[in-house]
DNA sequence: CTCTCGTATAACCATTTAGTTGTAGGTTAG
DNA sequence: CTAACCTACAACTAAATGGTTATACGAGAG
């Protein structure tokens, strides 16, 4: 569904574009209630500029889509792009699962090694 | 389970890590297989030392971790973190199609913008 | 002990990013 | 028509990124 072969470059973007707090704050709001991109910006402490230029990232990146509306640009959502990029992840996260018993299983044969070290490192 | 809370900061820092074709192979590879840092290496057209940064950003990330055998450090993945990665897109994706859901519910009831544009579920 | 290997880090460079202000164009309101 | 509003974009700046080469340092090998 929309989402078929999402290449390197368009992973890229989909992961940058989602590395920022206001992005990802625009993409809830505008998923919450379609909304101008004046509407949005007067959320934000910064300019129309900086907020219209966070809007085009997103729309590059396929996470959102704009629709004019008279005078103003109306900012929604994409559900399925955003589907898309939860997919993406789970299918790494399955991929590694799966590498991740074959590790075990190669060490439970050819072992002497520990792997259980605690990580929880956290500032 | 190690994932509770993951600030916006830790956020932008994860989805920053995986933005980077290089950086995704390398928590593939290793997850596959821990490997050296310069086994890693050897593995890309770039320098040592390039490789070590986008490790060093993987960790930052908490993605991967290092343990030091010998004189060399050992890189492996953190199915963990990857799960929590997943779990994260996970739960935008859900509060989006929840938000969505609210959105075609309002629509329906106190609608009398309605001009035709076709906004709603169809994904 | 000495040499080499694996790693880390520093200094540097080019490009991109995230923000700014300013300007221009199109659309609606009066 | 004119004024106000919404959006887009250009030009600029500061900081971060992704790469380089060179250097330093600890740990094993000989």
């Known amino acids: 569904m929309v989402i078929r072969e999402l290449s390197d470059v368009d992973t890229d973007r989909i992961f940058r574009a989602?590395?920022?707090?206001t992005r990802r704050d625009i993409?809830?709001?505008?998923?919450?209630r379609e909304q101008s991109v004046s509407e949005l910006a007067s959320a934000y402490a910064m300019s129309f500029a900086a907020v219209q230029k966070h809007v085009a990232v997103l729309?590059?990146?396929m996470l959102i889509t704009k629709e004019r509306r008279g005078r103003q640009q109306i900012v929604h959502g994409d559900p399925a792009m955003l589907r898309g990029a939860a997919q993406l992840l789970e299918a790494y996260e399955e991929i590694w699962r799966a590498r991740s018993q074959r590790i075990e299983q190669i060490l439970t044969e050819g072992n002497e090694k520990e792997e259980g070290h605690d990580r929880s490192e956290r500032r």
Chains 1, 2 share one sequence.
């Open 18 to 21: 989602l590395a920022d707090a």
């Open 27 to 32: 993409v809830a709001r505008v998923t919450s």
């Open 59 to 61: 729309e590059r990146a």
